[in-house]
């Protein structure tokens, strides 16, 4: 461990207005290694790599790389120094070829055939050298998920970056997918790249990291050799208190069926079936989870329910049918029939994020006879005392009703939609990815929030790509791909292996609903 | 309707075809890079006038084409600041500059010629001339031999006629423009530049993140666009007609524009479109060659309103599917 780092940050500290994004932030990595950079949301982690790849400068602070202080003012400063970034949401030209994509501003000259040719040739060698394989030709908008990103590596590779950033980069990918990922990344280190892994899921730092730096409120709490810490530690290390990271719940006892589902199919406007044939039913005091890749079915079956949009078959809620395409089936009509709903985006569904936090909470109760003033005007008062006791209830911080959604942190808009939903008192309750975006200690409220739900004997359709979660807080798993289940599983019975590969559309034995 | 009809039909067509093809590529440029430009109309009108208006005064038309090129281009530097550098609406930004145009162009001409808001009829020099192409039969030919050019034509061989009357007899802008579709093709699909055009039109992101400047990539699309509106307005005033008169541009930004949508933002589809909607605009003024074809009278209206029709119909869905630049009218801001 003498030799000399690949990366060194000295004392890098940037504001935005009052808001200390990053403050004396010191960490260095030495060739060869993985590192892992773990913290919350808003911790600081996308500022520090912003400002490594010359996207802000830095307020204060040097950057040494292989032991020279350099200087990064934009990317392409970044880029000739040796660092290649993955973001999260790619940056890839969706109707451009690989090829097209990876030359992209490292091209050879004016004319795009020589470059062309070049970048084909080094990417064959690059896909012999880290069993990295693309199509050269493919466009970008017909590769799956897995491997654009492969494309965003190859990237970072042709221009010759020995510093590879990864951010989160196993958000949008299946387990299988996400394994390819880190023997890839595994393959790099091997070759003496040097890796920094940025990410919020501790399974993935113990899994693949030899060092791991925890960032909490802007500063650097610590750095630590994985092979010496342990998932509780580093949580801790995160959140600055002691966190439960196993869900504690009894275990379930269900009644009644409550929401009864059969043969749902849903078309899109470009004519694509989402869902298909989709059969399942979930009874009171019951949690079942749908697990799947995003984008396999599952947002549409939230939103028939939660009467967002109409499609075919057969669904019961309390033994009445629900309208699944008449004059009934809008979302007003569905939470009158006692379903509540935590859409998956909750900035752009559940939220308007430039209106007050209390008119925000006043939705969906705004026909409310208790909110009405008289015939003209509703009752704001009543409204905003009534978001005050709910913001008291659900810890939402800070506790101030005239505040814009947007002035939240993401945690604590999740809470305003959860508490929002959840004081209705439904039959049924429809929450979508909950914890997306959310810190850890916001996520240990909110699991308890749903699982007391479910222990007043209330239903509870749980969606969420992240399958720790799914597997955590489900009485019962059903599997989503291509718009079908691929099958039914209970938790204690299975495991992520199984419950990955049933999401990559390998076939299981069939729904057991 | 005999072969010499048909010609000459196509020959206006292609008179009429240039300005749009012009502005269609203008508009194709600007909107490849993500700046929608609402403002070719405006342009083109403040180049029409300022190339009149120079053009007559220094009484040479190169020095017209090229203050009408640089008005235009000037416009085209305050669209981009208003939608690149400030981020504003970039098609409020392009309406405004459409107005302000519509009524300082007239109001500028009062000041200068008291003609009533026109300028005065462009001679000689002070226009372009149509060029006779070699082996052409052109007025030169017709002053030689002392009878009527168009006797000459008629009485020459269908190869001939086609040569002499279609394809010879055009001022040069016509003919740079058609030269400007390969070009453009090229420029897009075979160089850095057209590369990394076409990226920041689509996902500017992807352009800063390679360390390249999604803001002077724009500029330049503008840039372009403002030389190609510049061009288009001179040929009307300085080379289509005689001078400048008010509104002379009588919606041709926004039929490009449709052209653009039809065309489905390519340059060969382009320059097909342009022929196509030039052609409606020719048969408008010879709505007898309609009726001798299909035996029925068709109100000039109806063909002035097809461009707009049939673009309805492509944006519908009807025609393949025309899919406008992702990034297109949205300001870049940088994420983190």
């Known amino acids: 461990m003498t030799s000399t780092p690949a990366l060194e940050l000295k004392g890098i500290s940037k504001a935005f207005g009052p808001v200390q994004a990053n403050k004396d932030i010191s960490i260095s990595v030495q060739p060869g290694t993985i590192h892992g950079i773990i913290g919350e949301n808003g911790a600081g982690k996308s500022t520090l790599m912003s400002i490594l790849y010359g996207f802000y400068k830095a307020d204060a602070g040097e950057i040494f790389i292989k032991g020279q202080k350099t200087a990064i003012p934009d990317s392409q400063a970044a880029i000739s120094a040796g660092i290649g970034m993955v973001f999260q949401h790619f940056k890839l030209v969706e109707n451009f070829t690989v090829l097209e994509n990876i030359i992209l501003g490292a091209e050879d000259g004016g004319l795009l055939r020589p470059s062309l040719a070049k970048a084909r040739k080094e990417l064959k060698h690059l896909a012999e050298e880290y069993e990295l394989n693309v199509d050269p030709d493919a466009l970008i908008e017909n590769l799956s998920v897995g491997h654009q990103q492969r494309v965003e590596i190859l990237k970072a590779l042709y221009r010759q970056a020995e510093i590879l950033i990864l951010d989160e980069p196993t958000g949008v990918l299946t387990p299988a997918e996400a394994d390819q990922l880190f023997r890839i990344l595994d393959r790099l280190r091997e070759e003496g790249k040097t890796i920094i892994l940025i990410t919020h899921k501790l399974r993935e730092i113990m899994d693949t990291t030899d060092t791991v730096s925890v960032m909490r409120r802007g500063e650097m709490t610590a750095t630590v050799k994985t092979a010496e810490t342990s998932p509780e530690q580093l949580a801790e290390l995160m959140v600055g208190r002691k966190v439960l990271l196993q869900v504690e719940k009894a275990p379930a006892q269900p009644g009644a069926t409550i929401l009864e589902v059969k043969n749902l199919s849903v078309t899109d406007d470009k004519g694509v079936q989402r869902l298909k044939d989709v059969s399942l039913n979930i009874r009171a005091g019951e949690i079942l989870g749908i697990a799947g890749v995003a984008g396999n079915g599952q947002s549409e079956l939230m939103e028939i329910l939660g009467g967002m949009i109409s499609g075919t078959g057969a669904v019961t809620l309390n033994g009445e049918p629900l309208d699944l395409t008449g004059r009934f089936s809008d979302g007003r009509s569905r939470r009158a029939r006692g379903v509540a709903h935590v859409p998956e985006d909750r900035q752009s569904e559940g939220l308007i994020m430039d209106f007050h936090a209390w008119e925000n909470v006043a939705f969906g109760y705004h026909h409310d006879e208790k909110y009405q003033k008289n015939a003209l005007f509703m009752d704001n008062n009543a409204l905003r005392e009534d978001t005050q006791r709910k913001m008291d209830k659900f810890d939402v911080r800070p506790p101030l009703p005239w505040l814009a959604a947007k002035n939240f942190s993401g945690g604590n808009q999740q809470k305003i939609v959860v508490a929002r939903e959840i004081e209705r008192n439904p039959d049924l309750l429809l929450v979508g990815q909950p914890t997306r975006g959310v810190d850890i200690g916001a996520i240990e409220f909110i699991h308890k929030q749903i699982i007391e739900l479910r222990d007043q004997g209330k239903a509870i359709l749980l969606v969420s790509v992240e399958l720790d979660e799914i597997m955590s807080l489900s009485d019962r798993i059903a599997v989503m791909f291509d718009g079908k289940i691929m099958g039914e599983r209970m938790p204690e019975d299975t495991n992520a292996q199984e419950l990955g590969l049933l999401m990559a559309g390998v076939a299981g034995n069939g729904g057991a609903a | ?336």
């Open chain 2, 1 to 336: 309707m005999d072969f010499l009809t048909l010609l000459q039909v196509l020959d206006t067509t292609i008179r009429f075809a240039t300005p749009l093809l012009l502005a269609c590529l203008a508009g194709l440029y600007s909107e490849r890079a993500g700046i929608f430009d609402i403002g070719l109309e405006g342009k083109m009108l403040a180049a029409a006038f300022f190339s009149a208006a120079v053009a007559y005064t220094s009484g040479n038309v190169w020095i017209g084409l090229l203050a009408g090129v640089a008005v235009s281009v000037l416009l085209s530097i305050l669209h981009g600041l208003a939608s690149i550098t400030f981020r504003g609406n970039q098609l409020i930004s392009g309406l405004a500059i459409t107005m302000l145009v519509g009524g300082m162009t007239v109001l500028v001409a009062q000041d200068w010629f008291k003609q009533g808001g026109r300028t005065p009829q462009l001679e000689g020099a002070a226009r372009f001339e149509p060029i006779t192409l070699p082996f052409a039969i052109g007025p030169a030919d017709a002053e030689a031999k002392g009878e009527q050019l168009s006797k000459l034509i008629a009485e020459a061989s269908p190869l001939q006629q086609i040569y002499s009357e279609l394809i010879s007899g055009h001022p040069i802008l016509v003919y740079l423009a058609l030269a400007l579709v390969p070009l453009t093709w090229w420029v897009l699909f075979r160089t850095r530049f057209g590369l990394r055009l076409r990226a920041v039109g689509e996902n500017p992101a992807s352009v800063d993140t390679a360390g390249v400047s999604v803001v002077s990539l724009r500029y330049s699309a503008v840039l372009i666009c403002g030389v190609l509106c510049g061009l288009a307005g001179a040929y009307l005033a300085t080379a289509m007609q005689a001078g400048f008169v008010k509104d002379m541009t009588t919606g041709r930004g926004y039929i490009a524009l449709a052209a653009l949508i039809f065309a489905k933002w390519r340059p060969w589809y382009a320059l097909w479109t342009t022929l196509l909607f030039g052609l409606f605009q020719a048969l408008e003024l010879r709505t007898d060659v309609i009726e001798n074809v299909i035996g029925m009278a068709v109100q000039s209206q109806l063909l002035g309103a097809l461009p707009y029709i049939l673009t309805v119909v492509i944006l519908a869905g009807f025609v393949g599917k025309a899919i406008p630049p992702r990034a297109g009218g949205q300001p870049y801001v940088k994420e983190r």
